[in-house]
């Protein structure tokens, strides 16, 4: 079984400072995926960023990037210039892979961080 | 539509009744789930739906739980007996899933019931 661990409950930062969440997960597996996805208020989940655990490099969507660390199974997520619209929730999560690169859909997530933009 | 709908958007009922909740995935996505939200807490699994391969009931957590998938698109989650413990935000996400290289989970609202 996959565990996944946010030791940060809250965090807050300034408007256009960078904030970085921290994630950590345990599992047996060598190939998967993880993911970050916000929920703001509205309850509304959505991906902001996803890693192939086969791929070294770092996954960057705009002002979001991650430092994915495969041995220390950790998986951090940066959000640089940070918005007011950014405050929201921010769950990490494990998906395990199958052979080819094919998925099975289980997402295990992490407790959460509650990040506050303010002005 | 073009996004997973779910309804009724807000459930309050009494202790002891049966609950219904709906989930319409994305049309085309074979893949569909079912998880829990607690206040404040992050996402419990509760089942999971490939396709036409038996389902992953491995999260339910009692079996006052049951979840069915008609025709392979529409979902319905059903709560028996409901008790306080059950009060929770339930979300519904579907994937292209089958095999699918897009791994991408889809999010409805989230029903939110309280149980009275």
């Known amino acids: 079984a996959q565990t996944v661990t946010q030791s940060q409950p809250e965090m807050s930062v300034q408007e256009a400072e960078t904030v970085t969440l921290s994630c950590t997960y345990d599992t047996s597996e060598s190939n998967y995926y993880l993911f970050w996805y916000k929920q703001p208020p509205s309850r509304q989940m959505i991906l902001v960023i996803r890693?192939?655990?086969?791929?070294?490099q770092n996954a960057t969507e705009n002002r979001f990037s991650v430092n994915f660390q495969k041995a220390a199974k950790s998986f951090s997520l940066k959000i640089s210039d940070s918005q007011l619209g950014d405050t929201a929730m921010y769950f990490c999560a494990f998906m395990k892979q199958f052979a080819g690169g094919t998925s099975y859909g289980k997402l295990t997530f992490g407790q959460g961080t509650i990040l506050t933009v303010h002005p | 539509g073009a996004g997973v709908s779910q309804s009724p958007s807000n459930k309050v009922t009494e202790k002891g009744k049966d609950v219904e909740l709906r989930c319409d995935p994305i049309?085309?996505?074979?893949?569909l789930y079912w998880y829990r939200q607690s206040l404040g807490q992050g996402l419990e699994f509760l089942i999971y739906?490939?396709?036409?391969?038996?389902?992953?009931k491995s999260g339910l957590p009692s079996d006052r739980f049951s979840a069915e998938r008609t025709g392979g698109s529409v979902s319905t989650l059903t709560i028996q007996r409901t008790q306080q413990e059950d009060s929770a935000v339930y979300l519904c996400a579907s994937s292209p899933g089958g095999g699918s290289l897009n791994t991408e989970a889809f999010f409805g609202q989230g029903t939110r019931l309280t149980v009275v």
């Open positions: 739906f490939q396709g036409n391969s038996a389902p992953d």
């Open positions: 890693q192939e655990a086969y791929k070294q």
């Open positions: 049309s085309g996505h074979t893949a």
